[in-house]
């Protein structure tokens, strides 16, 4: 039988694939990638939350995820595509404007 | 009633407050008659409260506001208006106004003349608080509210340098005003204790509520609070050994001296006692009070003793007020709380008087203290010579003015008390008294002129400001046959215990009050003998061990110099090179090295690459969830 | 029986393609699998009975988002392969279990020890969809509108971003050549 426990863990490994994919790459684009998996992962959290518990709380969450994660991809490929203009790449090593 | 209480308080504060709107401005005498006048109003309020006290009987008290109330402790700005503080508060603010319109004469010259007021009325102001407060902490407050004051004052010619004793044998004012200020500080600090002590003990600090539980309380509780609160009467009654600063103090303009240095300020500690005399007329300190009394009776001999040789004008008088203060104590100690208070009053009277009068010397001999350079002022200076004269009279304890009544009833209980070796001291010192008071005014006043030599041509002070002296001369010289109905209004206030001499004292009380006057004459005709005719210096006498002994102060101040200033400086010193710069400074010092050193190093990390930055995220929100994780397993 | 197929199933795809999304070189590469992963997530949701959130992934992850990254992609170089250092494998690795580890740990601890109680309890007798409604226009109409406005912020936002300057040669790269061009 599934388990709230089966749907925690997936979530979990899903987590921390997106987790790594923020910190090992450099590109800007792959970083938002990653950042959605984070997000999906957490939205599989919540909705096997509120199914275990029979409480709809958790796919209210998840669905103002959904809402926040669009508008993050909104605002953030503008701003990427502002980057890519001002410097021709979206590597973050050559990004390095802000070194103290 | 309540607002003639209101107006007496706070009219010397609106004064204060007025006169410091022209701190910085230069001098405007109307900033000087408003502040006269403001003082005259409050005299008028305290008299028609004395009145109203008198026809009564009973007293006001009135509660202003709730000041501090924290948990148990509440503590309100109560003011009472009963027998005690009524007269202080009568003798406080006619003391006052005359003061404040002499200063109108004597600041004349004074660039500061307005803030001179500000600070004068501050301290008036500070006095009442005391005098009226119905607690221990009111009466803390305008403690320390004098104390401000008189370092202000003492102060107020700060800009004088300090010059070294064979240039100038005065000290400068500002090292006169720490002192004062240091010294009482150590006697506040015992009388903090005491404060804390009663409130420990009783849980209040309303005199009332802490009386009533005074026979409840142990003998060492009782004992203890005594000590304490005696020991801060000490300090601002400039009692030995704590006596030192009330000489030096006489640096501060003569107007000061006159009010604070003789007839208020200084006379707060007696009013202490006075103030809480359930607790000093309690069987078991009996031993406390007692000493109160030996120490009043020592310091009264041994300043009278000191002011036989001065030659400075001022300082004569402010021996003189050291030792009617002990003449007060040993009243006061001795039980006898009713003629201590009648003692502090005349004598605030007279002693004023006296000042004033000496500020007027001051100021005609051009800021020249030291009577062997006065001599025949009376011809310039009738009013003052006339003043001074009856105020020494007064002094000296010879009928019918005040101070024969006040000082022989205090002799007189000493007698009573059985203490016959203070008796036989306290009359000795009546004939020292005398003597000190008259070759002062010989010396200045009779004789050749010395001044003439100096260049100095003298003038007699204002016509107004010899008028404004007339109620205390009028009073120094009536003063004394209220002695019977000042007794019998006094003690019909419940906190006042009478005290009355027995049978076998009162057949004596004649012969006892011929015998000190006996004293007295013998001290004048000694001094007239002596500084009659101009100054003859006996080179022998001035050469002599006790001449030396008395000149020097008995050497206590340069004791104190070379045994408490300067270990005091030492070990001042060695806590600052080795404390102070080796480890406290030089910790803080390492503090912020470290984060310097850390910031330069950590700098580093500052890539400015955006994936190294998440990597160091990484690793704090890996070790944040371990936190979180960690202390929920603890939990 | 089949829900245990459905979900490994589904759960190795999603792992394996997102892996390939975030292991990748190539982005379309990356981006296909990221799209194909949304579509089995949805998955996910229809197996836990969240019929409308199934729907709206597939409607805004797969419709919308990928759309607008596809879209974005036209203005990067998307054929070539990225070329980047990486940082140290094994730290990132580590990093990424441990945090895995945690917030399993965290988030499993209440569910384990039955701490958790239901606020708003699936109402009986209605479709998901319905149900959905129902909470989400009377308990989270606030929070409703406020997203509402925040995705009208965000196009605002991403219209000015990306679209000022649209008829500038993305080979320019000097600000002064470009304000100097506004100012004709």
């Known amino acids: 039988m599934i388990g709230l426990s089966h749907y925690l863990i997936l979530s979990g490994l899903l987590f921390a694939i997106g987790f790594v994919g923020v910190i090992r790459r450099r590109n800007l684009l792959m970083l938002f990638f990653a950042t959605e998996i984070m997000l999906n992962s957490a939205n599989i959290a919540f909705a096997a939350a509120s199914y275990y518990y029979h409480d709809l709380t958790g796919q209210m969450f998840a669905f103002f995820i959904i809402a926040v994660a669009a508008s993050e991809v909104a605002v953030g490929l503008g701003l990427l595509i502002v980057l ?7 590597d973050l090593d050559d990004l390095a404007s802000m070194k103290g | 009633m309540e607002k003639f209480v209101y107006i007496a308080l706070f009219a010397p504060l609106v004064s204060s407050l007025f006169a410091a709107l022209f701190g910085m401005s230069p001098k405007k005498t109307f900033v000087g008659v408003i502040a006269s006048l403001l003082l005259a109003t409050s005299f008028v309020a305290s008299a028609i409260l004395a009145a109203y006290v008198v026809q009564t009987g009973h007293g006001i008290h009135v509660t202003m506001m709730d000041w501090i109330s924290a948990g148990d402790l509440a503590i309100p700005f109560g003011f009472v208006v009963d027998h ?18 002499y200063s109108i004469g004597y600041m004349d010259h004074d660039k500061s003349f307005n803030r001179f007021f500000s600070y004068l009325s501050a301290f008036v102001f500070s006095m009442l608080v005391l005098v009226m407060s119905d607690n221990f902490a009111g009466l803390f407050i305008g403690w320390e509210g004098v104390g401000v004051c008189s370092w202000l004052l003492i102060g107020f010619w700060y800009h004088k340098k300090d010059e070294s004793p064979e240039v100038n044998p005065s000290i400068s004012p500002s090292w006169a005003a720490n002192e004062a200020f240091i010294v009482n500080r150590i006697a506040d600090l015992a009388m903090l204790v005491g404060i804390f002590v009663l409130y420990w003990n009783t849980g209040s600090l309303q005199y009332d509520v802490v009386f009533a539980a005074l026979p409840y309380l142990d003998e060492s509780v009782l004992t203890l609070a005594a000590i304490a609160l005696f020991i801060g009467a000490m300090g601002k009654s400039a009692q030995f050994p704590l006596h030192t600063w009330l000489t030096d103090a006489m640096e501060g303009p003569t107007p000061v001296s006159a009010l604070i240095h003789a007839a208020t300020m200084v006379t707060a500690g007696v009013f202490l006692v006075i103030r809480a005399n359930p607790l000093y007329s309690m069987p078991e300190v009996s031993e406390v009070s007692f000493f109160i009394a030996a120490l009043g009776t020592f310091v009264a001999f041994f300043a009278a003793s000191m002011a036989l040789v001065n030659r400075d004008l001022k300082r004569i008088i402010a021996y003189s007020t050291l030792s009617q203060l002990g003449y007060m104590f040993a009243a006061a100690g001795l039980g006898a709380y009713w003629i201590a208070l009648f003692h502090l009053a005349a004598h605030a009277f007279f002693k004023a008087l006296l000042f004033l009068g000496a500020g007027n010397v001051m100021h005609a001999m051009h800021d020249e203290l030291d009577i062997f350079k006065m001599g025949g002022l009376k011809k310039v200076m009738r009013g003052t010579y006339l003043y001074m004269g009856i105020a020494s009279i007064a002094l000296a304890g010879i009928p019918p003015l005040a101070g024969f009544f006040s000082k022989d009833a205090i002799i007189e209980t000493a007698f009573n008390e059985g203490t016959l070796f203070l008796w036989a001291m306290l009359v000795v010192t009546a004939g020292m008294t005398a003597f000190y008071s008259f070759r002062q005014v010989f010396l200045t006043f009779d004789g050749d002129e010395r001044y003439k030599e100096f260049d100095i041509h003298p003038h007699e002070m204002y016509k107004f400001v010899l008028v404004a002296m007339s109620p205390l001369a009028l ?9 019977g109905a000042f007794q019998e209004f006094v003690t019909s206030s419940p906190l006042m215990p009478d005290y009355v001499m027995s049978e076998h004292t009162h057949h004596l009380a004649i012969y006892l009050g011929i015998l000190v006057l006996i004293f007295a004459v013998g001290g004048i005709v000694l001094a007239w003998k002596k500084y009659g005719n101009g100054l003859k210096r006996d080179e022998k006498c001035e050469n002599s061990f006790i001449y030396q002994l008395l000149k020097n102060q008995y050497y206590i101040p340069q004791f104190y110099a070379e045994f408490i200033s300067k270990p005091y400086y030492l070990l001042s010193h060695i806590m600052w090179k080795s404390v102070d710069m080796k480890i406290i400074d030089a910790s803080v010092d390492a503090i912020a090295y470290l984060f310097f050193k850390g910031g330069d190093q950590t700098r580093k990390m500052q890539t400015g690459n955006l994936s190294n930055y998440l990597n160091w995220m990484a690793v704090g929100l890996v070790l944040m969830l371990l936190v979180a994780a960690v202390t929920a397993l603890i939990a | 029986m089949y829900e245990q197929i459905a979900f490994y199933l589904f759960s190795v795809l999603t792992i394996g393609l997102f892996l390939v999304t975030v292991l990748s070189k190539n982005i379309l590469y990356a981006m296909t699998s990221l799209a194909a992963g949304m579509v089995l997530i949805s998955g996910f949701f229809f197996m836990l ?48 279990g441990m945090v895995a580890l945690m917030l399993v740990i965290i988030f499993a601890a209440p569910v384990f020890s039955e701490n958790i109680q239901a606020m708003y309890p699936v109402v009986e007798g209605v479709g998901n969809a319905q149900a959905v409604g129902l909470v989400l226009f009377t308990k989270y109409l606030v929070p409703f509108e406020v997203a509402a406005v925040m995705l009208l912020v965000a196009m605002i936002a991403g219209i000015i971003l990306a679209g000022k300057k649209m008829d500038h040669s993305l080979t320019t790269n000097d600000d002064k050549v470009i304000s100097q061009e506004d100012t004709k």
């Open chain 2, 475 to 483: 009073l120094a010289i009536i003063a004394g046959f209220f002695q």
């Open chain 3, 49 to 96: 009975g969240a019929d409308f959130l199934g729907v709206v992934q597939l409607i805004v992850y797969v419709g919308a988002v990928m759309a607008l990254y596809a879209f974005a992609m036209m203005f990067f170089d998307a054929t070539r392969d990225i070329k980047e250092k990486t940082t140290n494998d094994a730290l990132v690795f580590f990093l990424g």
């Open chain 1, 84 to 90: 890519y203009k001002k410097f021709g790449t979206l």
């Open chain 2, 84 to 101: 005690v503080s009524v007269t202080m508060m009568v003798v406080v603010t006619l003391v006052s106004t005359v003061v404040h319109i």
